[in-house]
Every structure is written in C-alpha cells, then in structure tokens.
C-alpha cells in the first residue's frame, strides 16, 4: 500500500525517505496542523520544544485514530519550529525519530519559522497519511 523510497544518487537521509508513493484508490487522510495544546486549550511545555513536540506527537496520533490510522501510516510531515537555531531544530526532529513516524520512515520537511498561531506554541506538524482497510475489507 505504500512505497518509501530513498533515491539512489541523493544523500540518504537519516530516518526518514525522499519519497513515499501510494496506490490510487487509497484512502487518504489530510490532517490539520497538530498543536501543544491539551485537552483544555493550553500550551503545553511552554518554552520547551521538545516537550511541545512530544505533545504534538501525542495530538497527532489522536487525530489519526479518529480517522482509523496511526503514526505508522503517516506519508507526509512538516515539522514547523519557532527558532532559528539548528540545535532547536534537532532537538525537535529527536522526538519526531523516537515516536512511531521514523517506523516508517516518512518524508518529511523541518522547518525553522518566526511565529506559528498559538501564543507560546513552538511546534506544530501537518501531515498525510493513508487510513488502512478495516478488516472487513471497508474503508
């Protein structure tokens, strides 16, 4: 159902692929950017991106299964982060490499930015994924 692929002649990336290809006819889900907000609306880790990312994480996932997928379906990220400062950006993309989506590997694109829509908010990610047939066979 899906396909990753590295690309012979480019430098391979680390945990993630230059490509993933899926088969027409898959359902395909196209989640809205995942927050640090809890179940109440606050920030969560304020100051802290790694620990906003972790929330983020866990926020995707729930948008995921709401849909009938996980993590391990995920195709597509980007991974925005409020800094400038490539150890930030590392230090995010770590708790990306330690959830579920490097199982895959996904492609992905890290993103340093000014400002993203929560006050205090330092990470968000978008991504796409395919949703799996049931066991039944539904989709």
């Not at 899906?2 to 359902?27: C, D, M, N, Q």
């Not at 995942?34 to 620990?51: F, T």
């Not at 992905?108 to 990470?123: A, E, H, I, K, W």
């Amino acid at each position: 159902m899906i396909r990753r692929v590295t690309t012979p002649g480019l430098f391979p990336p680390p945990t993630y692929s230059h490509a993933s290809v899926v088969e027409a006819g898959t359902k395909l889900a196209f989640l809205a950017g995942a927050v640090p907000l809890d179940e109440r609306g606050d920030i969560v880790g304020p100051g802290d991106p790694a620990r906003q990312a972790e929330q983020v994480i866990a926020n995707l996932r729930e948008q995921l299964h709401s849909v009938g997928s996980d993590l391990r379906h995920v195709v597509a990220t980007d991974v925005y982060v409020v800094s400038s400062e490539p150890a930030t950006l590392s230090e995010v993309w770590e708790v990306v490499e330690a959830s579920e989506l490097s199982k895959g590997p996904h492609s992905s694109t890290l993103l340093g930015v000014s400002c993203l829509g929560y006050t205090g908010q330092l990470v968000e990610i978008t991504a796409t994924a395919v949703v799996p047939e049931r066991e039944d066979g539904d989709r």
